[in-house]
C-alpha cells in the first residue's frame, strides 16, 4: 500500500513538474488528428537557448523604429498562392513560422532567440509578442497582428489535446461583421482563411451561405473543434502603429 501512494505521488509530482504548453490542455484522448496544416518547426524550435538560470538571460532586440505594418502586409499579401516562402531573394521555411518569419524580415523584425528549449516555433514567436509587444484575446485586430492558434495537428502524437501552440498567422483585414481574414501558409501553400470569433463553431453564416470559419483541421473521431475560431488562441502584437500619411491627417481635420 505504500508503495502505491509513493508511486502515485511520483506521477503527480513529474505532472505538475513539466507543466503544459502554452495554448494547451489535456481533454480528451483517443481520437485521430488529420491536419491541414503543416508542422510548426517539430525537430527543433525556431530558436533554443539555454534554460532560465541564475544569470538573466539576453533579451531579444525589439523591432526597430521604422518597422511598417505596410511592408509586412505588403509582402504577405503578394506570397498568397504561393507554395514557397520567398522574400527577397531569401527562402524560408515552408511552414506557418516560415512564413511569418519571411513577411517580418521586411520590416526589420527578427525572431532569433525569443524560444527557450522545448519551443517549436509558434510557442517562440508567442514569447516574442509576449515579450515585446502584447497578447490579446478580446478586442479588435490591426491588420499585420499575428494570430496564434492551439492544437492544429497532434504534434507528439499522443493522440490527445496537449500540444498547445502549433500555428500561426497573421491579420489581413477585419471585416464590417468582425469575420478576421487570415494570411497564413498551410500544407497547399500560402492562403487566406476566415475566422469569426462571435461564431466559432459556424462554418458557414446560415442566412447568406458566407463562410464564417475556415477548416484548420480534418474532422476525427469525437467531433472534436476543428474550425479557425474553435481552435483560435490569441492575437498578438509587436510592430508599431502606421503613420498617417499626409492625405489622411489632412481628410481628418
Not at 495554448?23 to 491541414?36: A, C, E, M, Q, T
Not at 531579444?60 to 502586409?73: C, F, I, Q, S
Not at 502549433?166 to 464590417?176: A, F, K, N, P
Request: some cysteine; overall charge positive.
Amino acid at each position: 500500500m505504500r508503495l502505491w501512494v509513493l508511486l502515485t505521488g511520483l506521477v503527480v509530482m513529474t505532472g505538475c513538474a513539466t507543466g503544459r504548453p502554452m495554448g494547451g490542455s489535456v481533454i480528451s484522448s483517443g481520437y485521430r488528428y488529420s491536419p491541414l496544416t503543416p508542422a510548426a518547426a517539430p525537430k527543433a524550435p525556431l530558436s533554443v537557448v539555454a534554460a532560465p538560470s541564475p544569470a538573466p538571460r539576453k533579451q531579444v532586440r525589439p523591432p526597430p523604429p521604422t518597422a511598417r505594418r505596410e511592408d509586412v502586409l505588403a509582402t504577405a499579401r503578394e506570397l498568397v498562392g504561393s507554395r514557397k516562402v520567398k522574400v527577397a531573394g531569401r527562402t524560408w521555411p515552408d511552414d506557418c513560422t516560415g512564413f511569418v518569419e519571411g513577411v517580418y524580415s521586411r520590416a526589420g523584425v527578427s525572431f532569433r532567440g525569443a524560444g527557450v528549449a522545448g519551443d517549436n516555433g509558434v510557442t517562440a514567436l508567442y514569447r516574442y509578442a509576449r515579450d515585446h509587444g502584447r497578447v490579446f484575446t478580446r478586442g479588435k485586430p490591426k491588420p499585420g497582428d499575428l494570430v496564434f492558434f492551439r492544437e492544429t495537428y497532434d504534434q507528439n502524437r499522443d493522440g490527445r489535446r496537449n500540444d498547445g501552440l502549433t500555428h500561426v498567422g497573421l491579420v489581413d483585414e477585419v471585416e464590417s461583421d468582425g469575420t478576421v481574414v487570415v494570411i497564413h501558409r498551410v500544407k497547399r501553400g500560402v492562403v487566406r482563411y476566415r475566422m469569426n470569433l462571435a461564431k466559432p463553431s459556424l462554418r458557414r453564416d446560415p442566412r447568406t451561405g458566407e463562410v464564417l470559419n475556415d477548416m484548420l483541421r480534418v474532422p476525427g473521431a469525437g467531433k472534436m473543434p476543428v474550425l479557425t475560431g474553435q481552435l483560435f488562441a490569441s492575437y498578438g502584437s509587436v510592430l508599431p502603429e502606421s503613420k498617417p500619411t499626409k492625405s489622411t491627417a489632412v481628410a481628418r481635420r
